[in-house]
């Protein structure tokens, strides 16, 4: 009578392994192949901190390019934008309140193919201030090559 109870205990443990090893393999291949990587999954996005938005964001192999929104409630003097992996675009402009401005910036040498991952500083003075302060506005680019 023991060794009835022991074999059908013995019968429910390897049924349950090895469907627990079916479920381990096929999750393990799934993992191989990228199903469970939010990188493939997750748009592009561009960020900056207040008081300047970024709109849009595109990472191509030669430039960068970013559409940005003034928010700062008066005009503002870029006076450069510095991103990751490429250079910094010095040309001063001045952008209106709720203004979209779009930059490209020259990426020498060329992105390489793949998931661009840079941080993005915006340098700035208000206008009208008469301080002449430079502030800086700080994001991330998330894009693909």
């Known amino acids: 009578m023991r060794d009835k109870k022991a074999q059908a205990a013995m ?13 381990v393999i096929v999750i393990g291949v799934l ?10 999954y997750v748009p592009n ?20 390019s970013l559409d940005i ?14 991103v990751a992996g ?6 001063s402009r001045i952008t209106a309140d709720g203004s979209l ?3 490209s910036i020259a ?4 992105l390489a193919s793949g998931k661009y991952q840079g941080n993005i500083e915006v ?9 002449g302060l430079t502030l800086s506005s700080n994001g991330r680019l998330v894009d693909k090559v």
């Open 11 to 23: 019968e429910f443990l390897m049924t349950y392994g090895w469907a627990i090893l079916a479920a």
């Open 31 to 40: 993992a191989y192949f990228g199903v469970f990587s939010p990188g493939t």
């Open 45 to 64: 996005q561009c960020t900056l901190s207040a008081p300047i938005g970024c709109e849009a964001g595109v990472a191509d192999s030669g430039q960068v």
């Open 69 to 82: 929104r003034n928010g700062a409630g008066q005009e503002i003097t870029i006076t450069s934008i510095q």
């Open 86 to 91: 490429c250079g910094t675009d010095t040309t």
């Open 101 to 103: 401005t779009t930059v």
């Open 107 to 110: 990426c020498v040498p060329a």
């Open 123 to 131: 340098n700035y003075t208000k206008s009208g201030t008469g301080s």
